[in-house]
C-alpha cells in the first residue's frame, strides 16, 4: 500500500541515494582507508598513516565548512540545483575514477583526489537534498526522505559486497591481484555513481520561479546576506543554538567513526577481510533499521530520547573500540552501530522540526544541514594528535591508535552534555 504512493519522480530522486552511497561505502568506509595503509603509503608507521588520513579529512571538513553554508544558501535561491548537482556528480566520479591511476607509495596524489572526490560527494547532497521539495508533497516529505536513505544503505551495500568478492576472487573477474581489483572498484564506484543518477537528472522536475535570470555574482551575494540573516534568527533562539552545537559535536565523533574505522581496525592488526565485512554487516543492519527507529521512537519526547540513546551507544562504541583485540569484537561494534547510524540521523532531524519556527522551517533547515556538511573537522584531527602525541611519548603504535580512537568518546560526552542544555529553555512550535 505505501509503495501505491510513490511516484515516478519520488523514487528517481530517492536513486541519487543508492548511486552516491557506493562512494560512502567502498571509498570512504573501506577501500580507501585500506589501500592508503597497504599499498599507497607501503612501509610508514601505521600511526603516520593515520594521521595523514585524519588530516586529510579535517582540511576536507574545513573546506566545505567555508563553502557549505554558499552552496547551500544558493541552492534556496537558484532554479539550478539539477545542473551544479550534474556538475558534482561528474567531478566527483571522475576523481573517485581516477584513483585507479595512483601508482605505490604515492599517498599525496591518492589524498588529493580523494580529497576533492570527497568534497564533491558532500557538496551534491546539498544540491540533493534541496530537490526534496521540488519531488514530494508536504505529506510525504518523511517517507520520500526516508525512502532515499534506504536505498542508499542497501544500494552502498551491494556495491561493496560486490567489490569485496572481487578483491576475494580476482580471477573471477579476470583480474591478475586483489590489488587490481580495489583499483577497479574505484572506477566501479564513479560508474556506478554515474549510471544510478540518470534517473533524476531524467525525471525530476526543478521548480522554476518567475524571477529574472541573475548572474554568478548576484547570486553569491544574496547566499552571504541570507546566510547573515539566518544566523541571526537562530542566535534569538537558545534552545535552537545549542541543539545545533549538539548536534555538530556528536554527529563529528559518528562520522569519524565511519571514516576512520576500517584504518584503526588495520592499525591493531585485526585481519583484513574480517574488517571489511563487519563493514558491510553494518550497511545491512542499518538498512531495516533506519526505518525502524521511526516505529519505536514517537513525538517530540521520543525523539529526544531516541537521540540520547543513540548518543550513549556511540559512547560505548568509542570505549570499546579502544580496548578490542579480536575480529569478532570488530563483528559486534559493527552490528551496534548499524542498528544505531541511520537512526540519530533521522531523529536529529525529526527532532529539530519539533523545535524550529515552522514558518522558516526553509531557512533553518538550511543552516541545519550546513552544519552537518562541515562536520568530521575536529574528530580525525583529534585521532591524528592524539595518536601522534602518544606515539612521541614513547608509546607503542598499537596502544597510540587505541588512544587516538578513545578521543573520539569526548565528542558524545560534549554533544550528549550540551543536548541535555538545549532542552532547559526548549519551546515547540506549531
Not at 23 to 36: D, K, N, S
Not at 86 to 106: E, M, P, Q, R
Not at 261 to 281: C, H, Q, V
Not at 412 to 419: A, N, Q, R, S, Y
Request: aromatic share 16%.
Amino acid at each position: 500500500m505505501v509503495l501505491n504512493r510513490i511516484n515516478k519522480e519520488n523514487l528517481s530522486w530517492a536513486f541519487y541515494d543508492w548511486a552516491n552511497s557506493a562512494y560512502a561505502t567502498t571509498v570512504l568506509a573501506v577501500f580507501f582507508p585500506l589501500f592508503l595503509n597497504e599499498y599507497w603509503s607501503s612501509g610508514a608507521d601505521t600511526t603516520v598513516t593515520t594521521a595523514r588520513l585524519g588530516t586529510a579529512n579535517s582540511l576536507i571538513g574545513v573546506i566545505l565548512m567555508i563553502t557549505a553554508p554558499v552552496m547551500g544558501a544558493m541552492s534556496d535561491i537558484s532554479d539550478s540545483k539539477k545542473k551544479y548537482l550534474f556538475y558534482t556528480t561528474i567531478l566527483g566520479a571522475v576523481f573517485t575514477a581516477s584513483l585507479y591511476l595512483v601508482g605505490k607509495g604515492n599517498w599525496i596524489f591518492a589524498l588529493t583526489l580523494y580529497a576533492v572526490s570527497s568534497v564533491c560527494f558532500s557538496s551534491g547532497i546539498i544540491f540533493y537534498d534541496s530537490l526534496l521539495n521540488s519531488v514530494a508533497k508536504k505529506d510525504k516529505l518523511n517517507f520520500v526522505s526516508s525512502l532515499g536513505y534506504s536505498l542508499g544503505y542497501l544500494g552502498g551495500g551491494l556495491l561493496l559486497s560486490l567489490n569485496i568478492l572481487m578483491t576475494l576472487k580476482p580471477a573471477l573477474f579476470g583480474l591478475n591481484s586483489g590489488e587490481e581489483a580495489v583499483k577497479y572498484s574505484f572506477v566501479s564506484v564513479g560508474l556506478w555513481w554515474i549510471i544510478f543518477s540518470i534517473p533524476l537528472f531524467k525525471n525530476v522536475k526543478e521548480e522554476i520561479s518567475s524571477k529574472e535570470f541573475e548572474n554568478f555574482s548576484n547570486r553569491l551575494k544574496k547566499s552571504i546576506l541570507q546566510i547573515i540573516e539566518t544566523f541571526k534568527h537562530i542566535k534569538e533562539i537558545k534552545s535552537i543554538y545549542l541543539f545545533l552545537i549538539a548536534y555538530w559535536l556528536y554527529i563529528d565523533g559518528v562520522d569519524t567513526i565511519i571514516r576512520m574505522a576500517m584504518d584503526f581496525g588495520i592499525s591493531i592488526r585485526l585481519e583484513r577481510n574480517s574488517l571489511i565485512t563487519a563493514l558491510l554487516l553494518t550497511q545491512f543492519v542499518g538498512f531495516p533499521a533506519a526505518l525502524f527507529t521511526g516505529i519505536i521512537f514517537k513525538g517530540k519526547s521520543g525523539a529526544r530520547n531516541g537521540i540520547y540513546f543513540t548518543i550513549f551507544i556511540y559512547f560505548l562504541v568509542s570505549i570499546f573500540g579502544a580496548l578490542m583485540s579480536t575480529e569478532y569484537h570488530f563483528y559486534i561494534l559493527a552490528a551496534a552501530v548499524g542498528l544505531v547510524q541511520g537512526g540519530i540521523q533521522a531523529l536529529s532531524r525529526s527532532y529539530f522540526a519539533y523545535i524550529i519556527p515552522k514558518d522558516k522551517a526553509g531557512e533553518f533547515f538550511g543552516f541545519y544541514n550546513m552544519v552537518g556538511k562541515f562536520a568530521v573537522i575536529l574528530g580525525p584531527l583529534f585521532i591524528a594528535v592524539t595518536g601522534l602525541t602518544l606515539r612521541n611519548m614513547g608509546y607503542s603504535a598499537d596502544m597510540s591508535s587505541r588512544g587516538g580512537i578513545l578521543s573520539v568518546s569526548v565528542f558524545f560526552i560534549l554533544g550528549g552534555i550540551v543536548f541535555y542544555m538545549s532542552g532547559k529553555d526548549e519551546q515547540e512550535y506549531s
